[in-house]
């Protein structure tokens, strides 16, 4: 089915009017975008914080009479709308448009993601299939990377791991593929406890070696591994817990860090653990340590 775009650029104060006015006139969709590089970053819980300056697109059937909704959006929002101009988007299937883009990552010398679709460049190696569905996790952002290359390079012969915020489940199926005995998932979105819980069984896992739960009913558990791949925010309100569910003498990996919140998630488990050098991409930072107390 074809769409066309309709492209608003506007200062934030005109945003939720002018979303409003596109939704009322019979925009499928509208989104929201950062026009002036002004990243936000982990808003406060309840907050939907917006740029100062922000492009507004709404998605309409192409058969609209597009004269004829601009003048009722006008209506509908009190004035002429800002600068804005229509665009036509290309007809497409986008989910095997997203698929034939998503393609196998080496993440060490042991190591593979491999999309569930396709056939693993190196058979012999440990190949994980993921089909990541609505989860976060597919391996191709640097805070799940650098995790993957560490978790490689690890020895998870009989450990028992937990990994909080699990997404796709990608960081704790690997542990399990290389060795771990069993990995807790926690995760506060339902949808990422479903698709861990898929991608387990995609890859031949037995169906008790990932259970999954939403964090008020995680086991009070002492593992081997934590593996944390969040935000630094959550993360540093997290330490007292994810130490406590941390055998001393066992080791952490914290991501989600950007390079400048690399110290404050130090100091907030710097109680309890001794870190190692820090590794960074792309200005982002994977923390590890080892718990001494």
């Known amino acids: 089915m074809p769409w066309l775009q309709l492209k608003i650029v506007t200062p934030r104060r005109y945003a939720e009017s002018l979303e409003d006015s596109l939704l009322a006139c019979g925009a499928a969709s509208v989104t929201l975008q950062d026009n002036a590089d002004q990243p936000i970053l982990e808003p406060g819980l309840g907050e939907t914080p917006l740029w100062d300056n922000v492009k507004i697109t709404g998605l309409f059937d192409a058969e609209i009479d597009t004269a004829k909704t601009i003048a009722i959006a006008e209506r509908r929002f009190g004035n002429a709308l800002p600068e804005h101009h229509w665009e036509q988007l290309e007809d497409k299937d986008w989910e095997r448009e997203w698929m034939s883009n998503y393609h196998a990552i080496r993440c060490g010398e042991r190591l593979w993601i491999c999309p569930s679709w396709q ?175």
């Open 119 to 293: 056939e693993p460049p190196e058979p012999e190696k440990v190949n994980l299939m993921l089909d990541p569905g609505l989860a976060f996790g597919t391996g191709t952002h640097p805070t799940t990377f650098l995790c993957m290359q560490w978790i490689d390079q690890q020895n998870f012969d009989g450990l028992e791991v937990v990994d909080y915020g699990c997404g796709s489940g990608i960081l704790g199926i690997a542990t399990l593929l290389l060795g771990a005995k069993k990995v807790i998932g926690v995760d506060i979105d339902p949808q990422a406890l479903l698709a861990t819980t898929e991608n387990a069984k995609r890859n031949n896992l037995p169906a008790d070696a990932m259970p999954v739960y939403l964090p008020p009913r995680c086991p009070p558990v002492q593992v081997d591994v934590m593996l944390a791949n969040i935000l630094a925010g959550p993360l540093a309100e997290l330490a007292p817990s994810l130490s406590a569910l941390t055998k001393v003498g066992g080791k952490i990996c914290l991501s989600g860090i950007l390079s400048v919140q690399a110290k404050s998630v130090i100091a907030a488990y710097e109680p309890w653990f001794v870190f190692d050098p820090i590794a960074e991409q792309e200005e982002w930072v994977r923390l590890t340590a080892t718990k001494v107390s």
